[in-house]
């Protein structure tokens, strides 16, 4: 199942990184107007975003891959005790429990 996020996750990786106006080889040498220029920006920008919060899970996703090497995947990584299933089902590279995790965030 982690497998199978990472690699979603690395494909829109690289979807975003291909919608990226930026990454368009004309773009440089391109004469657009001031305001299509603008609108690539804030495109750049967004996706700019995304691709780092998708990065953020994918570091969380091979965290879990190697925790799952050394037997330890499922543990809250603050207090130790085991991380219910049905959470891991909705978000498989947890790494706390839902109290941790909210005293964490607080
Ligand atoms: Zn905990």
Redesign the pocket.
């Known amino acids: 199942m982690l497998f199978q996020e990472k690699k979603k996750i690395e494909k829109q990786t690289d979807d975003l990184k291909k919608s990226d106006p930026f990454a368009d080889p004309n773009h440089a040498s391109d004469n657009a107007a001031v305001d299509t220029d603008v609108r690539e920006q804030v495109g750049h920008d967004t996706i700019e975003a995304e691709i780092k919060a998708l990065q953020r899970r994918l570091n969380d996703i091979e965290l879990a891959l190697s925790k799952m090497l050394k037997g330890k995947y499922g543990i ?6 085991p ?1 219910p299933i049905a959470r891991l089902k909705v978000l498989p590279e947890a790494r ?2 839902v ?2 995790e909210k005293k964490l965030r607080r």
């Open positions: 809250c990584e603050r207090c130790g005790n991380i706390y429990d109290d941790c």
